[in-house]
C-alpha cells in the first residue's frame, strides 16, 4: 500500500527544485568514517555505586539476532562492573514479557529493562506495580531521541537516534541514483521505533529529491517469513522500475533477497542494524549494497551506563551514544569473517566505557 503522508508532513517536507546531492553526498561521506567514543556523562565509580544493586532485562525477543546482542553487550558491562544481571528469554510473547517483569519483582532486582523495542506502553499496569514495589523500569534503544517522546511513566530511557539512521539510507540511495530514486520501503508498523526510522527515510528523499519516489508496505514481525517476500516479489514485478528495496531493519533481508532474484529485479537493498548475517550476504553477494550499523555490543554498554546512573542518583544520560557507520562492500570484511556484531567498529567503546566507570 502506498504511505500517506499527513497535510501537515507534506507542509514540512516540501520538495525543493532541484536534489539537494551536496547535502547527501556529504552525509554518506560523515558516516563513512570509522566511529569514536563520546562518553555519555560524567565519570563515575560504577563497581561502588552497583556493589549491591542488579538488573533484569527483558528484550522484544531473543529469536532476533539484534536483541540477542544488545544483551550479550549488557552482560558483558555487568561482568566488567561486577553486578548481577539477568537477560530474560522472551518469543515476542508478551504474555513472556509480563512473566519477566513478575520474576523480576519476585526475585529482587533493583531495575528493569524493557529492550529493544518492547512497546512500554502494553505493559503499563505492570510497570507500575513493579515501581511500587521500589524497582525501577527503563528502557533501551526503544524511542528515537528526537521525534518521539520518552512515556512519562517510565523511570528512564536511553534513546536511539533513529532519524539519522533513516537519512543515511535516504541519502545513500539519492547519491547512486544521482536522484532518480524508487524505493519500495518496508518496516513493522507494531514496532515502535519503525516510525521514526520509515518517516526519516521517505521525508528525506521528499524533502531533498523531488524526482525520486517511495511506496511503503507494512509487513509484521511475525509475518517477515510468510508475507515478506510475496510482498517484495509482487512490487517488484508490479513495478519493474523499483531501483531500491529498504526494509527498515536488515534482518528482513533473507525473506527480501530471494524476493528480488525470483523476480529478475535488478534492485540493490540498503537497510540498518548490521545485523551478521546480513554483512555475510553483503560480502558473498551482490544484492545488498549497504547496511549502516551500530555496535550492538556499544548499545548494550551504553544502555548498562544509562541505567547505572539512574540507580545511583545521578544525572540521567537519554541518548545513546553510539554512532552509525556504512558497511559496504569495501570495508565489510572488517567485520569477521564470519561477520560478527562488534566488529568493524573499532574497540574504543571498551577502553571508553571501562574509563568512565573508574575501572582500570
Given at each position: 500500500m502506498k504511505y500517506l503522508a499527513s497535510a501537515?508532513?507534506?507542509?514540512?517536507?516540501?520538495?525543493?527544485?532541484?536534489a539537494d546531492m551536496d547535502a547527501a553526498r556529504a552525509l554518506v561521506a560523515q558516516y563513512s568514517a570509522l566511529p569514536a567514543f563520546e562518553a555519555p556523562g560524567d565519570p563515575f565509580d560504577a563497581r561502588a555505586c552497583?556493589?549491591?544493586?542488579?538488573?533484569?532485562?527483558?528484550?522484544?525477543?531473543?529469536?532476533?539476532?539484534?536483541?540477542?546482542?544488545i544483551s550479550a553487550g549488557m552482560s558483558q558491562a555487568a561482568e566488567i562492573v561486577g553486578f548481577n544481571l539477568r537477560n530474560w528469554d522472551t518469543q515476542m510473547d508478551p504474555t513472556q514479557w509480563i512473566q519477566g517483569?513478575?520474576?523480576?519483582?519476585?526475585?529482587?532486582?533493583?531495575?528493569?529493562?524493557?529492550?529493544?523495542?518492547?512497546?512500554?506502553?502494553?505493559?503499563?499496569?505492570q510497570i507500575g506495580e513493579a515501581q511500587a514495589a521500589g524497582i525501577k523500569v527503563t528502557a533501551t534503544h526503544l524511542w528515537d531521541a528526537t521525534t518521539q517522546e520518552t512515556a512519562?511513566?517510565?523511570?528512564?530511557?536511553?534513546?536511539?537516534?533513529?532519524?539519522?539512521?533513516?537519512?543515511?539510507?535516504?541519502?545513500?540511495?539519492?547519491?547512486?541514483?544521482?536522484?532518480?530514486?524508487?524505493?519500495?520501503?518496508?518496516?513493522?508498523?507494531?514496532?515502535?521505533?519503525?516510525?521514526?526510522?520509515?518517516?526519516?527515510?521517505?521525508?528525506?528523499?521528499?524533502?531533498?529529491?523531488?524526482?525520486?519516489?517511495?511506496?511503503?508496505?507494512?509487513?509484521?514481525?511475525?509475518?517477515?517469513?510468510?508475507?515478506?517476500?510475496?510482498?517484495?516479489?509482487?512490487?517488484l514485478l508490479a513495478d519493474p522500475s523499483i531501483n531500491y528495496v529498504l526494509p527498515v531493519y536488515d534482518s528482513m533481508a533473507q525473506f527480501i533477497a530471494p524476493a528480488i532474484q525470483i523476480s529478475g529485479s535488478s534492485a540493490k537493498m540498503v537497510s540498518y542494524n548490521g545485523t551478521p548475517f546480513v554483512l555475510d550476504m553483503m560480502r558473498d553477494g551482490d544484492i545488498i549494497e549497504m547496511v549502516v550499523g551500530e555496535s550492538l555490543g556499544w548499545v548494550g554498554m551504553a544502555g548498562v551506563d544509562a541505567n547505572m546512573r539512574v540507580l545511583c542518583g545521578l544525572p540521567p544520560v537519554t541518548v545513546l551514544n553510539t554512532p552509525a557507520y556504512i558497511f559496504t562492500d569495501e570495508n565489510v570484511a572488517t567485520a569477521g569473517m564470519p561477520a560478527n556484531y562488534n566488529d568493524g567498529y573499532g574497540d574504543t567503546f571498551i577502553s571508553g566505557f571501562t574509563a568512565l566507570w573508574g575501572i582500570e
Open positions: 501537515a508532513t507534506l507542509a514540512l517536507f516540501a520538495s525543493p527544485a532541484l552497583m556493589a549491591d544493586k542488579s538488573m533484569f532485562v527483558v528484550p522484544l525477543t531473543n529469536a532476533n539476532p539484534f536483541n540477542a546482542a517483569i513478575n520474576t523480576a519483582m519476585a526475585e529482587g532486582y533493583d531495575l528493569i529493562d524493557l529492550q529493544g523495542g518492547i512497546p512500554a506502553e502494553m505493559l503499563a499496569p512519562a511513566f517510565m523511570d528512564g530511557a536511553a534513546n536511539t537516534d533513529y532519524v539519522t539512521f533513516g537519512h543515511i539510507i535516504a541519502a545513500w540511495a539519492m547519491v547512486q541514483t544521482e536522484g532518480k530514486v524508487n524505493a519500495l520501503v518496508l518496516g513493522p508498523d507494531e514496532i515502535p521505533p519503525t516510525a521514526p526510522l520509515r518517516d526519516a527515510i521517505i521525508g528525506y528523499l521528499a524533502e531533498n529529491c523531488p524526482d525520486c519516489k517511495t511506496t511503503y508496505i507494512n509487513v509484521p514481525v511475525n509475518d517477515w517469513a510468510t508475507l515478506g517476500q510475496s510482498a517484495v516479489q509482487n512490487a
